[in-house]
């Protein structure tokens, strides 16, 4: 099976020359997440480049930037296939990550409130907007691929951002090796949009927790890692 017949169905424009890129990883990144690709899927770079109307480089740069999320593996004189989903030791060792990283992030980012707390404020608002688009979509039969990925960067902006406000170079690198992952967790499992509303109430938790100190912060974002690892391993076991 390959994934070429999946890129001829969307019926949208031709990609703009300028970011292709960005708007081919998105492209091809909506495939990744969507229902219809299994893994061993082949990604021909010819293929995909015809169907989009973009020249190959643009398609040979984003699959090597998915690449790194884990999303497509590379074998050698057989080109790009959709990788095999996260396995449940690999699954673990994410979440454990994401608790030594996250939770200390949020301790240091807690330090100065101030700083913070508006741009939090704004990324709950647009999670929340977004979650209520995804009930709405979900209601109605479809959700669809545009409106999954502008969701699964909400639900991510709000822990980039507190990465961001550790001003620590070093931990904002790590977020981007840990935001990858998640991507390809999401390929594992059903969470992240079926818990849109438990995520959204956690992470107003860990807002909360800002006028406690850095210490109730840290506790609020360790709870919510933790009820997502817990959601994560249901869900992969169904």
Do not use: C
């Not at 884990?70 to 080109?79: C, E, P």
């Not at 990283?101 to 101030?114: D, F, H, K, T």
């Not at 669809?144 to 904002?172: G, Q």
């Amino acid at each position: 099976m390959t994934t070429d017949s999946l890129f001829t169905s969307n019926s949208s424009p031709s990609i703009e020359r300028r970011g292709l890129r960005d708007h081919v990883y998105d492209r091809v990144l909506d495939v990744l997440l969507g229902p219809g690709v299994e893994p061993g899927s082949r990604l021909s770079i010819d293929t995909i480049a015809r169907d989009l109307g973009v020249s190959p480089t643009p398609v040979r740069e984003a699959l090597v930037q998915l690449e790194r999320t884990g999303l497509v593996s590379r074998v050698a004189n057989k080109g790009y296939t959709v990788a095999e989903p996260l396995a449940a030791d690999q699954l673990e060792s994410l979440f454990d990550a994401r608790l030594v990283l996250e939770s200390g992030s949020a301790a240091i980012a807690a330090r100065n409130p101030e700083s913070i707390l508006p741009a939090l404020e704004e990324a709950l608002a647009e999670h929340l907007k977004l979650t209520a688009a995804v009930h709405d979509a979900s209601e109605a039969g479809d959700i669809p691929l545009e409106l999954l990925r502008e969701y699964f960067a909400a639900d991510w902006n709000f822990h980039h951002l507190i990465f961001e406000h550790t001003h620590n170079p070093f931990l904002i690198d790590m977020s981007e090796a840990i935001s990858t992952r998640v991507h390809r967790m999401r390929q594992t499992v059903a969470t992240g949009v079926s818990d849109a509303e438990e995520a959204t109430a956690e992470h107003r938790a860990i807002l909360d927790a800002f006028s406690q100190g850095p210490e109730a912060v840290e506790a609020a974002m360790r709870s919510h890692i933790l009820k997502v690892r817990d959601r994560a391993r249901d869900d992969s076991v169904r």
